[in-house]
């Protein structure tokens, strides 16, 4: 695939709510050892409510079909991560307004402009143990390897989002819940960069199909 | 009205917060809840376009205040406003204030039918009632400016626009402050402009952080008993002008960080050397905690009286010396004894943390001076470092010993952001050979005390050194003190020829010092005594290690500065004896008490005079206050055992004065006679010539002393009626004008009818160009300032080619 055309952005956020269907205990413990044990629950109640919503956007632009995604998000997910990753799909929405199909390097202008909302959102910033600990390595690799096309680009740039994700164990958390327990945060995953990571590998395994 | 919205991750918390603040308000109170997640909203979370469709339920124009929990509600609280138009989201305040306190606040002050920005500040300060009676928290939450208390009972208003061209510094501001606590009330100001305050009006340092310029519109508000007559009053003060001239012209604006800054000269004199940055020296009052805060509030209070009794001691005196105008500027560093914020701040840090005195009251003033500094207004920016001087002092008398003392390894210059009046005094001349002040300006107190040291000196060289990167920053400068100038790594011809100038002035310096206990004879074969002026311990040690022939003029009135009271005899007697035996018995000058004039002693009240140079000064003074005279009479006999002790009275200007003044001294003598106590007699006694009719009779006074001793400053002043404090006339101040030289010559041609010795003891003596001229007219002995003697010495011996 060298395009990411409306179905299969339909298919990937389909694709999410299965994923965090399935990975809702595994983010709640992640989140239990240093936050609210809320974050795989907030994250499935979330997706499955986009999951609701995407019959109904058959046949929309990207733009669309991302711009509902946050406002469900929004107003479904209930912890942080809610207006964390409903302003990511937001501000994404605003690159991909009317367009049935984005490029390689629209998919990359899409990543950038949410990942920037998540930054001036949360505050936050490399090294702080939070969800940009793997989103922003992974949309460097994305720029970089992107010449080689959509595909070759996701996977660098999945590879990095994991890395980023693994780093955070032994951080310090600054932001959020996490960050009140100082010290103790060490030696725990992010769920936040973890459910990143899992967003950015759905996204690869809808490209490569 | 406006419209309050809470957020929060449980819809139970929230609607129990609903009760409590509708409990207080009633119902019409505009306040949606925005809160939990899930279906049925029972699950915990937050919801980020429930937030926007309660904000947009009860903003109907006049704004809506938002109360979150945490997390995610901060979150989703911003993303909702992200949906709102411009022009609602400027209406739409997110409050970091506590939820339960702040919603009861804030709904409270908005049912009052307050603006917005009220209710905010209300909430925001509504942990402090309890964070008062608890004494327990971390006030970290608490804004930077407390919180004042809320007004009590009818409030007035008014609005008024400032007339003052220069706008609201600190003398108006001091001015406004001591109106203002003249009236029963309570006094608010808010500069409507600039968006700052309200402040309290007796607050001298909320005042000027108002920022108030020219044609800025105030709102003045008053409560109490005297609420109208205040309004009254300061209305009619400020359109006066607070004091200052309407018509004052607004100096170049030098705005904060706009272009290249030129640098002033603030203390006069050439300097060269490497740079050092000595940073500023942490002020850390100790740590340790308190038991009973009201013992720690006594304390402080304890100790602002005593640094204001202290300042008003020294400020008298400075206030004679500076002029009435520059002297309100210490006026109102004193108001900043008074300032109720500042007190208010302390006493919240130790009531709060367990602060005690010292500590609470350096964060309060920490807190200011760091205000100030971000001011745009450059007069009040200087006063940053007046603040924190008065801050200083009052540490002090909390006896905290405050080293600010700046050193350096090796001669050279200076580079600091400002200076200290204390820190100045501190500072030493021999390695410290000239200082670069980024801030700070001419007008300030420490400008003034570098000139009075003679430390060469600029000002305003921020934009030249960026002090944070010692790394790029010159390592060499010259700097001239008059013009202001600076020459940065100095090309090595320019250096060399400097240094070499000055590395010669030093050996000649040193050579000088060597042949200083060396008799100065003339090469006609004349033997001139050169002798020092003293006003301390230290000095007179100085004048013998610099040569001196003894003490042609020892001026006692430091023995009655900076104190509650007048010395005791006792305290006197030891005093002038510890300096006669500094001298070794080469013979000391022992002047009377020359107060009043420009010295003013407050514990003597003296009355405020029209002309104090005309006034009740020196020996007017003396046989006016009996006592007075007559314990300093009886000290300076009993000290005399210790050496060749003479006795001088000053401004000397009637036949009748000299006798009165003789009188008195042979009671002296009489009562301790008559106590058996130890001392010589007769004493040697002599008049200062400074009153030209002294002068005009200079025969009649011969056969009745044994010295005459000539002031040439007085002299010179009283003969051309010249203030000599007033630089406009400073031409016309001069000791070579030819009736003042013509008075000079009479007097030496009087003295040596009756073999009398004449000294020159005014600051004209060390000036070798006048020196040449006494010496022509055969004066017998020149009294100088100690460092000035090894000079003159050699001056005597080998007088330049006129």
Redesign the interface.
């Known amino acids: 695939m060298t395009e990411l055309d409306s179905k299969s952005v339909i298919a990937w956020l389909r694709l999410l709510g299965e994923v965090y269907g399935q990975k809702k205990d595994y983010l709640t413990d992640l989140d239990a050892a240093i936050g609210d044990a809320d974050h795989g629950a907030n994250m499935a109640r979330g997706f499955a409510a986009v999951a609701t919503k995407l019959d109904a956007l058959e046949g929309k632009d990207i733009g669309t079909i991302f711009k509902t995604a946050a406002m469900t998000l929004l107003s479904t997910v209930g912890g942080a991560s809610g207006p964390l990753y409903g302003s990511f799909f937001l501000q994404a929405a605003s690159v991909a307004n009317n367009k049935n199909a984005l490029t390689a390097a629209e998919v990359g202008a899409a990543l950038d402009a949410g990942i920037k909302a998540v930054v001036s959102r949360g505050k936050a910033q490399a090294g702080d143990k939070t969800m940009l600990d793997a989103l922003l390595p992974a949309l460097a690799a994305y720029q970089e390897a992107v010449v080689g096309g959509l595909v070759p680009g996701l996977q660098k740039a999945v590879e990095a989002a994991k890395a980023g994700s693994a780093a955070t164990k032994p951080l310090i958390a600054k932001k959020g819940r996490a960050s009140y327990l100082g010290e103790r945060s060490a030696g725990h995953l992010d769920p936040g960069a973890e459910s990143s990571t899992f967003l950015l590998d759905a996204l690869l395994t809808t490209a490569s199909q | 009205m406006v419209g309050i919205v809470l957020v929060s ?1 449980s819809r139970a918390l929230a609607e129990a917060a609903r009760k409590l603040v509708l409990a207080m308000t009633g119902d019409e109170l505009p306040l949606a809840v925005a809160a ?3 279906d049925d909203r029972s ?8 937030i926007l469709t309660a904000i947009q339920t009860v903003e109907t124009g006049d704004g809506a205040l938002v109360l979150m929990d945490m ?2 509600a901060i ?2 609280a ?2 909702a406003l ?1 949906f709102l138009d411009e022009d609602q989201r400027q209406r739409i305040r997110l409050c970091s204030a506590p939820f339960i306190e702040g919603a009861v606040a804030a709904g409270v002050s908005a049912k009052l039918g307050n603006p917005l920005d009220d209710i905010l500040r209300e909430a925001m300060g509504a942990l402090h009632q309890k964070q008062d009676h608890l004494h327990d928290t971390e006030p970290t939450a608490t804004p930077a400016s407390a919180p004042t208390p809320e007004m009590q009972g009818e409030i007035l208003t008014l609005r008024i626009a400032l007339p003052n061209p220069l706008g609201l510094h600190a003398r108006p501001a001091a001015r406004l402050a001591q109106e203002a606590a003249a009236f029963k009330a309570d006094i608010r100001l808010r500069n409507l402009t600039s968006g700052k305050g309200p402040i309290s009006a007796r607050s001298l340092t909320g005042l000027v952080t108002l920022e108030a310029r020219n044609r800025h519109e105030l709102e003045i508000a008053a409560s109490g008993p005297e609420a109208q007559a205040a309004l009254d009053r300061l209305k009619a003060f400020i359109d006066a002008g607070l004091g200052d001239p309407l018509d004052e012209t607004v100096p170049a604006p030098v705005e904060k960080a706009t272009g290249p800054a030129r640098t002033i000269g603030i203390s006069s004199g050439l300097a060269v050397g490497r740079l050092f940055f000595p940073g500023e020296s942490a002020i850390e009052p100790p740590a340790q905690a308190i038991e009973d805060v009201k013992a720690e509030y006594k304390r402080l209070q304890d100790a602002l009286t005593q640094t204001r009794t202290r300042m008003q001691q020294e400020m008298a005196a400075l206030t004679r010396q500076l002029g009435k105008a520059k002297a309100e500027i210490f006026s109102a560093q004193m108001l900043v004894l008074d300032d109720p914020q500042l007190i208010e701040k302390a006493e919240s840090r130790m009531a709060c943390q367990k602060e005690n005195a010292a500590r609470a009251w350096w964060f309060a003033i920490s807190e200011a001076v760091q205000s100030y500094l971000q001011l745009n207004d450059e007069l009040l920016r200087q006063r940053a470092a007046d603040l924190h001087d008065v801050g200083l002092a009052v540490l002090r008398s909390l006896g905290v010993a405050t080293n600010e003392k700046i050193e350096i390894p090796e001669p050279g210059l200076i580079v600091v952001r400002d200076l200290t009046p204390g820190q100045v005094t501190q500072l030493d001349p021999e390695k410290i050979r000239g200082v670069i002040c980024l801030e700070g300006g001419k007008t300030s107190h420490s400008a003034i005390l570098l000139r009075s040291r003679g430390i060469p000196a600029i000002a305003q060289a921020g934009s030249l050194i960026p002090p944070l990167r010692p790394s790029t920053t010159p390592t060499m400068a010259i700097i001239n003190g008059a013009s202001g100038e600076i020459q940065l790594d100095p090309d090595k011809a320019t250096l060399e020829k400097i240094e070499t100038e000055q590395a010669a002035q030093r050996e000649r310096a040193a050579l000088e010092k060597k042949e200083s206990a060396k008799p100065a004879v003339t090469p006609d074969g004349r033997h001139i005594e050169v002798a020092a002026n003293v006003g301390s311990l230290a000095d007179a040690q100085t004048a013998y290690e610099n040569g001196a022939d003894g003490i042609g003029l020892l001026r006692t009135e430091f023995l009655f500065m900076d104190r509650d009271s007048a010395p005791s005899e006792d305290e006197q007697t030891e005093s002038l004896r510890a300096i006669v035996e500094a001298m070794h018995g080469k013979p000391v000058v022992v002047r009377t008490l020359d107060a009043g004039g420009d010295k003013d002693l407050p514990y003597l009240n003296l009355p405020q005079e029209e002309n104090p140079f005309l006034g009740v000064r020196a020996i007017r003074l003396c046989l006016r206050r009996r006592e007075l005279f007559h314990t300093q009479l009886r000290a300076i006999l009993r000290a005399a055992t210790a050496g060749d002790l003479r006795i001088m009275f000053p401004m000397i200007a009637t036949m009748g004065e000299l006798q009165e003044a003789n009188a008195e001294l042979a009671k002296a003598h009489e009562s301790l006679l008559a106590e058996k106590i130890d001392h010589p007699w007769p004493v040697p006694v002599g008049m200062m010539m400074e009153v030209p009719s002294a002068a005009m009779l200079a025969a009649d006074f011969a056969p009745e002393v044994k010295f005459f001793s000539i002031g040439t400053n007085d002299l010179t002043q009283y003969t051309l009626a010249v203030d000599r404090g007033n630089t406009a006339l400073q031409d016309l101040s001069d000791p070579m004008n030819p009736a003042v030289l013509s008075l000079i010559e009479r007097i030496i041609h009087a003295a040596h009818a009756h073999q009398l010795p004449v000294a020159i003891c005014g600051e004209a003596g060390s000036d070798p160009a006048c020196a040449a001229k006494f010496l022509a007219l055969g004066i017998d002995e020149l009294s100088m300032n100690p460092r000035a003697i090894p000079g003159m010495k050699q001056f005597i011996r080998q007088p330049a080619p006129a």
Request: hydrophobic letters at 15%; aromatic letters at 0%.
């Open positions: 991750h939990g997640t899930g699950e915990l979370g937050t919801d980020a376009t429930e997390g995610s979150l989703s911003e993303t992200d």
